[in-house]
């Protein structure tokens, strides 16, 4: 049995919104709310009133994979 460190640098995170196909790098551990913002693609909550607009991605299914390459 090999046991593989999944945050090791050969292990790629990646996330994307169930409805849309670009795949973005993920952090983990983390949360979806924090790769996001990452990303630019939402506001940042803690600024004036985005916190209500950002929390509208809570409605979202978000998926979340792990590549492996092949010295795993």
């Known amino acids: 049995m090999q046991i593989i460190d999944l945050n090791s640098p050969s292990v ?3 996330f994307r919104d ?3 196909a670009d795949w973005h790098t993920a952090t983990v551990p983390g949360c979806v709310h924090r790769d996001l ?3 630019s693609l939402i506001p940042n909550p803690f600024w004036a009133q985005n916190e209500e607009q950002a929390l509208t ?3 979202h299914d978000y998926v979340k ?3 492996l390459s092949s010295s795993c």
């Open 12 to 14: 790629q995170w990646k």
């Open 18 to 20: 169930s409805t849309q």
């Open 37 to 39: 913002l990452q990303h």
């Open 57 to 59: 991605y809570q409605l």
């Open 65 to 67: 994979i792990v590549l």
